[in-house]
């Protein structure tokens, strides 16, 4: 998973790839038309290309004269995955930040449960 996930983060580290697969998500592209807004060659946009698709952001089929490119979606749930792991984790540690700077200003928390509450002194029930 590491070395799969490595491969994706290192194809969008590159601003260029990262606006190809913004534009694929909208809709699958031709080379020429993925070279459309950069002014490099179509040899530079194949080598881009082949970098998202080494780590599997893409694909390419053929259709008639033209080999439109793909986005294969299910690679972000790869990277949404090894995200939420360590978003979730930072979340545990800004709740126990909370708890520590709340108990720092105001006291310790204490916690009573109904039948902890104080009883009157006095006449028995």
Do not use: C
């Amino acid at each position: 998973m590491t070395d799969e996930l490595s491969k994706v983060f290192a194809a969008l580290a590159d601003p260029t790839r990262r606006d190809m697969v913004a534009r694929l998500a909208v809709s699958d592209a031709t080379v020429g038309q993925l070279a459309e807004p950069y002014e490099v060659s179509l040899q530079a946009v194949s080598k881009h290309l082949k970098v998202l698709e080494d780590a599997g952001l893409v694909t390419r089929t053929r259709e008639a004269q033209t080999r439109p490119v793909h986005l294969e979606a299910e690679v972000f749930d790869l990277m949404t995955k090894w995200i939420e792991r360590y978003r979730r984790q930072a979340e545990e540690r800004y709740q126990r930040l909370d708890v520590l700077l709340a108990e720092m200003n105001d006291g310790p928390a204490v916690r009573r449960r109904e039948d902890d509450k104080p009883r009157r002194k006095g006449k028995a029930s």
